[in-house]
């Protein structure tokens, strides 16, 4: 069964569209407890969005754009994301390119490898959802920056605030203060059909508003980049491929359809050059919406699951021809196996179950499923329709989290946890130390963890789980991380203030 659940290699570069700077904030509906086939989700009805029809169609029946852009050019951002510079060990020998901090726009500027480092700045887009300045982008727009600027059509500029991310589905939330912002509503990512055309705006190679035309190549894609990106498991993958050109920025534009509504938030290129080659992916606005409803009511993502090991159904049929040698159908996900606690197999489900529909939605692979299952909470029943050797079943699932609880996860406050803050090192300091990175422990509280550990006031903080930290920002985003993520341990090494260097593991578990 090895081959069966291993991953499959792409042959192409998937290239992240771009990374930058943006914020944004979406809708919040009052979540259903039960379940119907009949089931919708309007995530828009939480800030007040105003539904649009636009004119689809020109006088003599042709598809017509001008309405959909102008609706939608005034609500996508250009976004600037700025990481302080950060000092290596190796500063003062000649820095190797990164290709991937080349494509990216990071990294030394002007290649020449010594001197003080400088700050990376990239840049990408993002989509305003809300009259009063939530914003929607990609995760990877502003991974780890330090500062987000975000610029509107008008020209006008704002410092935008990261409300929450989701890597798994590279979303993030941002937030401009503002009012009367213009904004695009939500569209129905659902009824999108093969075929139909959709526009693509943002800031390719930082030319700001610009407009992309093509149609909706594919729903449903997945494994588009091996289920891995940057470290990170893309478990969840379930795209709207489309042939409108995305390039580098669009990254966290606005995929809208004729009507001007968004239906997809701009991810990811197949390409093998960097740049456009055919092929453009967004989230579906199902995924994004969710996503970005539950960071805003609850500070990080609810993210039910079956507790199924899944795979396609062919390729289960070619791993082991004599185990599924009864089944009839080559659509739908196979189950292969289950977690601990699993809710599926709770309710009925077995090994060697294909599911073929979630709530009377009909699910053909594996992504499907994945983008069904993720519209929910922990708590929430589903009806789920196997297909079991010949015939046909139905189990009531109640979903769980990834824990085994119905509960609803909160949102951890790392940084009162440790009891501690932190400010950025003078350049008198650094010299003083002979240093030059590192964030210093400004306070501690006696109730905290870092007072537990031993970690006193003055102590030089230079990595945190094996990354150097330059900024006090910096060590607050990593401690805020850690402890959201299932890993709740933070490894940190430093100096204290005789110069002698300590490291100490502090466990944000509770």
Known sequence: ?????????????????????????????????????????????????????????????????????????????????????????????????????????????????????????????????????????????????????????????????????????????????????????????????????????????????????GIVSAKGRGNISGGNRGGVDMSIQSYIQTDAAINRGNSGGALVNTNGELIGINTAIYSQTGDFSGYGFAVPISIAGKVVADIKEYGTVQRAVLGV????????????????????????????????????????????????????????????????VNRFRPGDKVKVDVVRGASTKTFDVTLKNSAGSTSVVKKEDGIASVGAAFKDLTPEKKKALGVSYGVEVAGVDNSGKFHKEGIAKGFIIQKINNQPVSSASEVERIITATANSQDKALFITGITANGSRKYYAVDLSE
């Open 1 to 213: 069964m090895k081959k069966f659940w291993k991953n499959i290699s792409t042959y192409v570069v998937v290239a992240l569209v771009s990374i930058g700077a943006t914020y944004g904030m979406y809708s919040f509906m009052d979540y259903k407890r039960g379940y119907s086939a009949a089931d919708t989700y309007n995530y828009g009805t939480e800030f007040d969005q105003k539904g649009v029809h636009l004119a689809s169609l020109t006088a003599d029946g042709y598809p017509d754009f001008t309405k959909a852009a102008e609706n939608s050019i005034h609500a996508v951002v250009h976004i600037k994301s700025t990481v302080k510079a950060q000092a290596s060990q190796g500063q003062g020998r000649q820095r190797m390119i990164d290709p991937f901090e080349y494509f990216f726009g990071f990294g030394d500027p002007g290649g020449q490898g010594y001197g003080q480092p400088q700050p990376s700045v990239g840049f990408g887009s993002g989509v305003i959802i809300s009259a009063d300045g939530f914003i929607i982008t990609n995760n990877h727009v502003i991974d780890k920056a330090d500062e987000i600027e975000v610029t509107l059509n008008d020209n006008s500029k704002y410092t935008a605030k990261l409300v929450g991310t989701d890597p798994v589905t590279d979303i993030a939330l941002l937030k401009v203060e503002g009012k009367e912002f213009p904004y695009i509503p939500f569209g129905n990512s659902d009824n999108l059909k093969v075929g139909e055309w959709v526009l693509a705006v943002g800031n390719p190679f930082n030319l700001t508003s610009t407009v992309t035309a």
């Open 309 to 372: 090991q899944i795979g396609e159904v062919a390729a289960a049929k070619e791993a082991d021809p004599e185990k599924t040698k009864n089944l009839k159908i080559n659509e739908g996900a196979y189950v292969g196996g289950f977690a601990d606690m699993s809710p599926a197999k709770q309710a009925g489900i077995e090994e060697g179950d294909v599911i073929t529909a979630v709530n009377g939605v009909k699910v053909k692979t594996v992504s499907e499923l994945q983008e069904q």
